[in-house]
């Protein structure tokens, strides 16, 4: 029997078929039940070679706190959707954004790597061309990507306007087929941008991204292709729109409040229509799907958005790095769990490569997050390399139970804090732990010189950041989008940032 007719045996009993009533045995030398049970045995490695390569979607929500989620006991937020996600999954209670605020932590998705290294070293920073990014390994791996909804990697500062085809730090660059993005966070009836296509969308931006997502898998699946798809929410950042219906049950609330929470109900009823499409697709069970928040909650918002953590977005406190996470991936990952086991957005990257087995090469080094692969099956106790935060002038290192913060290393020391006893950040042990203390500060001097050599450009093959790499600069002021600007001044979401940065009085 040759190849061909090796597959079309195989294949049809693999399919549910009869095998052939009739073998030929004098040309094969092995019994017709012997070649039965060998081709079930191969049906089997197949079926674990097809689990071993999911379909994989990267959930982010946009400033949600530590504390905003219904299981968290939060006194006025409902989220079942999210609830039943985490109660079918793994649920995060130490996930820690790569950054207090978003560019940095996107970065980081993207590429494993803290991100300073990655040239984003605030909001609104262009992404290095010269990164090795996920969309692009897994691609190379044969899945199809996409993402949806908020960017924010290419550069430009400013209300959420849609990617330009032409822009050269947008999604396509970075590895993505399909994209439906914005430049930045995005609200009700927004003008997206698809593949370069300008469109006006109708409704909430939860919905219209994760309905965008689906259609996307839809397609891959139809077609047999494992898919990549990124959903990153605008909500619930500022400004804040929802429904009169999403945000009545906030009526007692103050205005920004009601929006607030009205927004995070819809983005909840966003995930119950994602699992619930995958359930219809028939592909929810292998499908892993990783959501998390890109930084930590906001100030201004009543009720309390960290859930009691010290600090809030902006901070390297826990109320700014501490943020929600679930995974769920029913084939693989047995519901209902809870891990303490610190985690972080830079864990991502070499989490998916390890389930899906990419070159090392795939990742650019070094790397400063690890596979949390092992954590899928049992809990795990110690982990084997620290996770270390630089944003601006503020520090934090994390070795185990214990965490260093600097919230502006030009004023003062490093503090102390054991962020499991003390996760409210309340008592300050430089003092009585001084031996610690030095310990954990030469670790994190030892890691940031790492970080800078990166920052000038070391891991690279050319030795250096490329020349033409940008700053960071306002889309309303840049001549890319001038044709568009008389068109936009009064749209609602642009209109206010407008005036201000052109120095235009209301």
């Given at each position: 029997?040759?190849?061909?007719?090796?597959?079309?045996?195989?294949?049809?009993?693999?399919?549910?078929?009869?095998?052939?009533?009739?073998?030929?045995?004098?040309?094969?030398?092995?019994?017709?039940?012997?070649?039965?049970?060998?081709?079930?045995?191969?049906?089997?490695?197949?079926?674990?070679?097809?689990?071993?390569?999911?379909?994989?979607?990267?959930?982010?929500?946009?400033?949600?706190?530590?504390?905003?989620?219904?299981?968290?006991?939060?006194?006025?937020?409902?989220?079942?959707?999210?609830?039943?996600?985490?109660?079918?999954?793994?649920?995060?209670?130490?996930?820690?954004?790569?950054?207090?605020?978003?560019?940095?932590?996107?970065?980081?998705?993207?590429?494993?790597?803290?991100?300073?290294?990655?040239?984003?070293?605030?909001?609104?920073?262009?992404?290095?061309?010269?990164?090795?990014?996920?969309?692009?390994?897994?691609?190379?791996?044969?899945?199809?990507?996409?993402?949806?909804?908020?960017?924010?990697?290419?550069?430009?500062?400013?209300?959420?306007?849609?990617?330009?085809?032409?822009?050269?730090?947008?999604?396509?660059?970075?590895?993505?087929?399909?994209?439906?993005?914005?430049?930045?966070?995005?609200?009700?009836?927004?003008?997206?941008?698809?593949?370069?296509?300008?469109?006006?969308?109708?409704?909430?931006?939860?919905?219209?991204?994760?309905?965008?997502?689906?259609?996307?898998?839809?397609?891959?699946?139809?077609?047999?292709?494992?898919?990549?798809?990124?959903?990153?929410?605008?909500?619930?950042?500022?400004?804040?729109?929802?429904?009169?219906?999403?945000?009545?049950?906030f009526h007692n609330l103050n205005d920004a409040s009601q929006n607030h929470y009205g927004e995070m109900v819809a983005m909840d009823r966003?995930?119950?229509?994602?699992?619930?499409?995958?359930?219809?697709?028939?592909?929810?069970?292998?499908?892993?799907?990783?959501?998390?928040?890109?930084?930590?909650?906001?100030?201004?918002?009543?009720?309390?958005?960290?859930?009691?953590?010290?600090?809030?977005?902006?901070?390297?406190?826990?109320?700014?790095?501490?943020?929600?996470?679930?995974?769920?991936?029913?084939?693989?990952?047995?519901?209902?769990?809870?891990?303490?086991?610190?985690?972080?957005?830079?864990?991502?990257?070499?989490?998916?490569?390890?389930?899906?087995?990419?070159?090392?090469?795939?990742?650019?080094?070094?790397?400063?997050?690890?596979?949390?692969?092992?954590?899928?099956?049992?809990?795990?106790?110690?982990?084997?390399?620290?996770?270390?935060?630089?944003?601006?002038?503020?520090?934090?290192?994390?070795?185990?139970?214990?965490?260093?913060?600097?919230?502006?290393?030009?004023?003062?020391?490093?503090?102390?804090?054991?962020?499991?006893?003390?996760?409210?950040?309340?008592?300050?042990?430089?003092?009585?732990?001084?031996?610690?203390?030095?310990?954990?500060?030469?670790?994190?001097?030892?890691?940031?010189?790492?970080?800078?050599?990166?920052?000038?450009?070391?891991?690279?093959?050319?030795?250096?950041?490329?020349?033409d790499h940008p700053t960071r600069r306002d889309w309303t002021l840049s001549d890319?989008?001038?044709?568009?600007?008389?068109?936009?001044?009064?749209?609602?979401?642009?209109?206010?940032?407008?005036?201000?940065?052109?120095?235009?009085?209301?």
């Amino acid at each position: 029997m040759d190849r061909c007719d090796s597959y079309s045996y195989t294949q049809s009993i693999c399919d549910g078929h009869s095998p052939p009533s009739r073998i030929d045995t004098a040309n094969y030398s092995i019994m017709p039940h012997i070649r039965l049970i060998l081709t079930l045995m191969l049906c089997s490695l197949s079926a674990a070679f097809s689990a071993e390569r999911p379909n994989i979607v990267l959930v982010m929500t946009d400033d949600q706190g530590w504390g905003q989620m219904g299981y968290m006991d939060h006194p006025i937020l409902k989220t079942p959707h999210l609830d039943a996600m985490a109660a079918n999954g793994l649920r995060f209670e130490r996930f820690y954004a790569g950054a207090p605020n978003c560019s940095p932590t996107r970065a980081t998705v993207m590429t494993g790597r803290s991100n300073n290294r990655t040239g984003v070293i605030d909001h609104g920073f262009a992404l290095r061309l010269q990164e090795k990014t996920l969309p692009q390994a897994v691609k190379n791996a044969g899945y199809a990507t996409g993402h949806f909804g908020k960017w924010h990697l290419s550069g430009l500062r400013g209300p959420g306007a849609p990617v330009l085809e032409s822009d050269p730090f947008g999604p396509g660059p970075f590895g993505f087929d399909e994209w439906v993005s914005v430049t930045n966070f995005f609200d009700w009836d927004p003008i997206m941008s698809r593949n370069g296509t300008f469109e006006q969308m109708r409704g909430d931006s939860s919905e219209i991204i994760v309905d965008e997502a689906l259609a996307f898998i839809r397609e891959q699946a139809g077609k047999g292709t494992p898919s990549f798809t990124v959903i990153w929410y605008g909500t619930p950042h500022s400004p804040f729109v929802a429904s009169d219906d999403d945000k009545a049950p906030f009526h007692n609330l103050n205005d920004a409040s009601q929006n607030h929470y009205g927004e995070m109900v819809a983005m909840d009823r966003s995930i119950g229509t994602l699992r619930a499409g995958l359930r219809d697709l028939d592909i929810a069970d292998n499908t892993l799907v990783w959501l998390n928040s890109d930084n930590g909650g906001l100030t201004g918002i009543s009720p309390d958005t960290v859930g009691g953590l010290r600090g809030s977005k902006n901070t390297v406190y826990e109320g700014g790095l501490r943020v929600p996470c679930v995974l769920e991936w029913p084939a693989v990952i047995e519901g209902d769990r809870i891990t303490r086991y610190p985690t972080a957005t830079m864990d991502i990257f070499p989490t998916i490569a390890s389930i899906l087995d990419l070159p090392k090469s795939a990742m650019l080094q070094p790397q400063d997050g690890l596979s949390i692969r092992p954590l899928f099956d049992k809990e795990l106790k110690d982990r084997p390399k620290p996770i270390g935060f630089r944003h601006l002038d503020k520090a934090a290192f994390i070795n185990q139970d214990y965490k260093i913060v600097a919230q502006a290393l030009s004023q003062g020391p490093f503090e102390l804090y054991n962020v499991v006893d003390d996760p409210n950040e309340t008592k300050n042990l430089a003092d009585k732990r001084p031996a610690l203390a030095k310990r954990l500060i030469q670790e994190y001097v030892t890691w940031y010189a790492s970080v800078e050599a990166s920052i000038a450009g070391n891991d690279y093959p050319e030795g250096h950041v490329h020349p033409d790499h940008p700053t960071r600069r306002d889309w309303t002021l840049s001549d890319e989008y001038a044709p568009y600007i008389d068109e936009w001044k009064e749209r609602p979401e642009y209109k206010s940032y407008m005036m201000r940065v052109r120095g235009e009085q209301p």
